[in-house]
């Protein structure tokens, strides 16, 4: 059974940073490549950062390109999620999962930017 357990969210102000961190099981996490994911209050969940199997390669879009960093640990099957210069917009709620999705999904970790 597939397991996603996020955690690292919280409440900070804008241009603050948070860590977030995505213990897995169920699978084998060096295998996939994965993905953090968000949603906010009325809109659709969106990837915001991938990285291969090995972390050799990242991806993210644009409007998050040089504030957020996905890096991964093997040896712990953890997936993590460093954001730098946070904004209002980037509230949501915080997801893992594999780049191409499993069905299930954790619980997800919420984080809030404001003053």
């Known amino acids: 059974q597939v397991q996603f357990v996020e955690s690292g969210g919280g409440l900070q102000q804008p241009g603050g940073s948070l860590r977030l961190s995505c213990t897995t099981s169920?699978?084998?996490?060096?295998?996939?490549?994965m993905s953090w994911y968000r949603q906010a209050p009325g809109k659709e969940r969106e990837k915001v950062a991938s990285?291969?199997?090995?972390?050799?390669?990242?991806d993210y879009p644009d409007d998050i390109e040089g504030r957020f960093s996905i890096f991964r640990d093997n040896a712990k099957d953890t997936v993590y999620l460093q954001m730098n210069s946070l904004k209002p917009e980037d509230t949501a709620v915080y997801y893992c999962?594999?780049?191409?999705?499993?069905?299930?999904w954790g619980k997800g970790t919420q984080v809030t930017v404001s003053s």
């Open positions: 990285i291969s199997t090995a972390g050799g390669s990242t």
């Open positions: 999962n594999a780049a191409v999705p499993f069905e299930g």
């Open positions: 169920g699978f084998t996490f060096s295998h996939y490549a």
